[in-house]
């Protein structure tokens, strides 16, 4: 793509973008007037009584700006992330599971849960849980010889694994009444739940592992053209990977935290970006960033107004990512040859 197009297609994600989050502020079970969000919430202006103008701010500023906030890093992580490791790996099958981040980050979630019931406590076990399982992952292919890719990944495979036996031994002793609904349902991903305290806490961390992961693009060319190729430029393939492995992990597990586990986003969008770009992750990954963070904002919207009753997001995801993912895979051979 040249740079004029790629300008032009940055503008017009923003733009998109904007238009997007501007009407998430005031769509919902309150509508909130157009004006009461764009201008002012003072009920003078407005020319409406105090008590509905105090209604209008809390439902915007408590509730619904932290969540689509929270949507659109989220989105835009789970992209990014998967973009990085299909380049990092060199598969275009590869997401944010990979190394089983999504895992293990369930199962701390899970964990949190039958313990505590505060849902603090089961977003920091989540971010926990979440590092620990790509640690495992990493020190289990440390252990074996032969190729360190390959190694890496049967080490993600065996961690996704463990993590996710030990999420069902959560769910078989915990109290079918109260604890196994609210895992289930929180396992199934939604954005309902997030406060502005905990996204004013975790959503910082996020935006600086997008903005670092977009300023390793560089990197991420080299490593996508084999390790060998990536040595003889004098890039330090190990320690480019683990710090981008690092980076990616983190996020990823600050996603589930937050909104649960939230599936095809990491696998489908980067294909998507990559139809509209081509290769090159310094136009691939900040189109990603936008194009995640549009699609699951709209989809949030759509769970959240679209039905009689709230459904989690990650059903939504995961209905609208197979198709999706089919027409994709029929259109993106050749930028994988």
Not at 181 to 189: D, N, R
Not at 308 to 330: C, D, R
Request: proline share 3%.
């Amino acid at each position: 793509m040249t740079a004029k197009k790629y300008r032009l297609t940055l503008t017009l994600l923003v733009i998109t973008l904007a238009v997007t989050a501007y009407i998430s502020l005031h769509i919902g079970t309150i509508s909130i007037p157009w004006f009461a969000v764009l201008v002012s919430f003072d009920a003078g202006e407005l020319d409406i009584s105090a008590e509905t103008a105090e209604t209008y701010k809390t439902v915007v500023s408590q509730i619904r700006l932290p969540r689509v906030l929270t949507a659109l890093l989220c989105g835009a992580a789970l992209a990014i992330s998967g973009a990085a490791y299909q380049s990092m790996f060199m598969n275009p099958l590869v997401s944010p599971a990979l190394l089983g981040v999504l895992a293990g980050a369930a199962f701390g979630a899970s964990l949190g849960m039958l313990i505590s019931n505060n849902i603090l406590v089961a977003q920091l076990l989540a971010f926990g849980f979440g590092v620990v399982s790509v640690g495992t992952a990493v020190l289990l292919a440390r252990f074996f010889p032969g190729n360190r890719l390959i190694m890496l990944i049967m080490g993600g495979v065996i961690s996704s694994s463990l993590f996710t036996a030990l999420l069902s031994v959560i769910k078989f002793i915990a109290d079918t009444q109260n604890e196994l609904p609210a895992i289930v349902y929180w396992l199934m991903g939604g954005f309902s739940a997030v406060s502005s305290s905990a996204a004013a806490m975790v959503l910082p961390f996020v935006a600086v592992g997008i903005v670092l992961i977009i300023a390793m693009s560089g990197y991420l060319n080299v490593l996508s053209m084999g390790d060998e190729e990536a040595a003889s430029l004098g890039v330090n393939v190990k320690r480019s990977r683990m710090v981008l492995i690092i980076i990616t992990t983190l996020i990823s597990s600050l996603t589930v935290a937050l909104g649960g586990m939230i599936g095809w986003v990491g696998l489908m969008i980067p294909h998507i970006a990559r139809m509209i770009c081509g290769a090159d992750n310094r136009q691939l990954l900040p189109i990603s960033a936008l194009i995640g963070a549009i699609y699951l904002l709209i989809v949030d919207n759509i769970c959240r107004t679209a039905f009689a009753g709230e459904i989690p997001i990650g059903i939504m995801t995961s209905l609208m990512g197979i198709p999706f993912f089919i027409l994709v895979l029929s259109r993106t051979e050749s930028r994988w040859n």
